[in-house]
């Protein structure tokens, strides 16, 4: 299976009969975390990222959406099942990203924005934060690099941030940026400079995981 990056902009409306209908394609534990969550755009967020893992899966396994079922390990989401598909989700404002892999990743994605330059005081090397002060893309290259290493082999998030020097030749060659326009993205993994990117349009996202994602009880 080929590492992939999904990049799906979110910004776009999502009809009320759309979200109901999109909504019977995730399981009721699901949807029961994403009613818990307070803001629309969290609530679209969290559903379109569910929808984005099991239209992966069911594409790189040959599955059907009733096939799938997904639990969690050390707060880490993983599909039952299958020791051979990995994934990693990560959404901010406008925008959601997925990773899928054969083996653990990591990914993570931010809304460029002014960077909160303590961060960089607190969490990076000296390489890092001479490299971050350039611009606000160039601290969230760092930011979202850490994120994603983060995710894919977990531990404490503090002590990952000051640990690793995503410089370094050794952490460069399993951490790839990718730059969307108003959002960046990161991907942790063994193959990451070979992975594929698939840029997605939400109107025709949702027309696929319709027609592709069999209702579930």
Avoid at 78 to 94: A, I, K, N, Q, R
Wanted: charged share 25%.
């Amino acid at each position: 299976m080929k590492t992939t990056l999904y990049f799906l902009p979110t910004d776009g409306a999502l009809d009320g009969t759309a979200a109901e209908q999109l909504l019977c394609r995730v399981s009721p534990a699901r949807r029961c975390r994403i009613a818990r969550l307070r803001r629309d755009t969290d609530r679209k967020n969290a559903l379109l990222a569910a929808l984005l893992v099991r239209a992966a899966a069911c594409e790189a396994l040959g599955l059907a959406n009733t096939d799938l079922s997904f639990a969690l390990a050390d707060g880490k989401p993983y599909l039952c099942g299958t020791e051979s598909f990995h994934f990693s989700l990560s959404h901010t404002e406008g925008a959601v990203c997925a990773a899928v892999c054969a083996a653990p990743c990591g990914a993570d994605i931010e809304r460029l924005r002014s960077a909160p330059r303590g961060v960089a005081k607190r969490f990076f090397s000296e390489a890092e934060r001479r490299y971050a002060e350039v611009s606000d893309m160039h601290f969230f290259e760092i930011w979202t690099r850490k994120e994603a290493y983060f995710k894919r082999f977990g531990g404490s998030l503090a002590d990952t941030l000051t640990a690793v020097d995503l410089l370094s030749p050794a952490a460069a060659d399993e951490s790839r940026v990718f730059d969307f326009g108003r959002h960046i993205a990161a991907l942790s993994a063994e193959n990451a400079a070979d992975a594929e990117v698939r840029s997605l349009d939400l109107d025709a996202f949702v027309s696929h995981a319709l027609a592709v994602l069999a209702p579930l009880d």
